[in-house]
């Protein structure tokens, strides 16, 4: 017999209403046979018997008085009613599922359904969106442009005492001669910076080119964020 | 077994005096399992008592050809389970520890040893806690437990052999159970 085999047959032995802890001297010759040369089902079955001596000792607990009445009395009561004492909590908690199921298609449906400012099931931006979106541009526009007017009088400026600086001295006056010795270093600033400003010019001007569809599709594609501008062109009824 | 037919018989039938018979003679064996599953008494007397409302209303469905105690017990399984489940984070309460009366062994000794067992019962897992009180204290066999817990035979056993493994651990480590053979070797 292997351990294996000694275990399932102690099991069986206990199941069949084995209640004697001292038992191991009239256990079936086989196992009592592995019992003598394994220890380790000698320690199984000194364990095993032993815990279940134990379970046996535990008293018949009895129930508090009345319960037979208690459980003939909810006999009569319709099934019903204990399962709705049961599952209060159920049809809150269904509702609320509801709505947060109904409020996420609704957001679901702005964000991702095309807008109805434009022409039918087209996603691209209407005339009159691009002309809005021009319109909101303006400002930036405006700005650049000042910008690059600022830059040019700068230029202009710095050009223009560089030829200043560079002109020959018509007097002989000390800080005349002064100023010629300073004008080399200035010839260089003067330079550098119209270098520069050429520089930032053109890159401006192609980074605008750039971005314009880009700004343009971006415009489109979030108008219904600002549908009065959509709804501004359409004749008021 | 043809007695709890003949009883169980009465109670299709309607009769009062049958219900108050089923309730008595088996709220002893469901309240017992309730108690040592859920460890609270005034909650295994409720799931007691749901068990056996259950057990009355389903009479229907109770195959007379086999014995009603298996099936008694299915019932108070899947209400203990289902309860356990619910309160997964709640401390079990020992409250039948503190009212344990040893009929055939007062001692103080015998009286720890009862305590101890029932706390080491406590800290189980709910599965092992189970099979062991279905096997030690119902007496069901392997395949009744399988039926029962639709569970198979070899997973039963896993849990039975761990159940009574966690158990000695405890007992020993308090001085209560047998002191381990020494050598011990596998044939």
Redesign the interface.
Same mark, same amino acid.
Do not use: G, I
């Given at each position: 017999m292997?351990?294996q085999k000694f275990?399932d047959a102690l099991?069986?032995l206990?199941?069949s209403?084995f209640e004697d802890a001292g038992v191991i001297s009239r256990l079936p010759p086989e196992m009592s046979e592995?019992v003598q040369?394994? +220890? !380790?089902?000698?320690?199984l079955c000194?364990?095993?018997l032993?815990?279940?001596g134990? &379970? +046996? !000792?535990?008293?018949?607990?009895?129930?508090?008085e009345g319960?037979?009445d208690?459980? &003939?009395a909810?006999?009569h009561t319709p099934?019903r009613t204990?399962k709705r004492e049961r599952n209060d909590a159920r049809p809150a908690a269904v509702v609320a599922s509801l709505a947060a199921a109904l409020a996420i298609c609704v957001l679901l449906t702005l964000f991702l359904l095309p807008s109805d400012h434009g022409s039918g099931t087209d996603n691209r931006p209407s005339i009159a969106q691009s002309a809005n979106s021009e319109n909101e541009l303006a400002p930036v526009d405006d700005t650049v442009k000042s910008l690059v007017r600022d830059v040019t009088n700068a230029l202009a400026l710095a050009t223009e005492a560089e030829t200043t600086d560079i002109a020959p001295a018509k007097n002989d006056e000390p800080e005349a001669l002064a100023s010629d010795a300073d004008a080399l270093p200035n010839l260089g600033l003067g330079k550098t910076l119209r270098d520069s400003t050429e520089n930032l010019l053109t890159t401006g001007k192609q980074l605008g080119t750039t971005i314009q569809p880009i700004t343009k599709s971006a415009v489109g594609a979030f108008s219904f964020l600002w549908p009065e501008v959509g709804n501004e062109e359409k004749p008021r009824t | 077994m043809n007695d709890d037919r003949e009883l169980a018989e009465r109670c299709l039938a309607g009769r009062e005096s049958a219900y108050y018979e089923f309730v008595e003679r088996f709220q002893g064996l469901v309240f017992g399992v309730c108690l040592r599953m859920v460890g609270d008494r005034h909650e295994a007397e409720d799931i007691a008592q749901e068990v056996l409302l259950r057990a009355l209303r389903g009479l229907k469905g109770w195959d007379p050809e086999r014995p009603i105690r298996p099936w008694l017990l299915t019932i108070t399984a899947n209400r203990c389970r289902t309860h356990l489940s619910r309160q997964a984070r709640r401390p079990i309460a020992s409250e039948c520890s503190d009212e344990v009366v040893d009929h055939r062994d007062n001692d103080d000794d015998a009286r720890e040893l009862q305590v101890e067992i029932r706390h080491a019962l406590e800290k189980l897992r709910p599965e092992f806690r189970q099979v062991f009180l279905l096997f030690h204290e119902q007496g069901l066999s392997y395949q009744e437990m399988s039926e029962l817990l639709e569970k198979p035979v070899g997973t039963l056993k896993t849990w039975l052999h761990r159940a009574r493994q966690e158990l000695l651990e405890h007992l020993r480590e308090k001085g209560l159970a047998p002191e381990k053979i020494n050598d011990v070797s596998k044939v």
């Open positions: 292997t351990c275990e099991d069986e206990l199941a209403s592995h040369r394994c +220890q !380790r089902c000698r320690q000194s364990d095993w032993w815990l279940h134990q &379970v +046996q !000792r535990w008293p018949v607990e009895s129930v508090s319960f037979a208690r459980v &003939v909810n006999l099934t204990l | -």
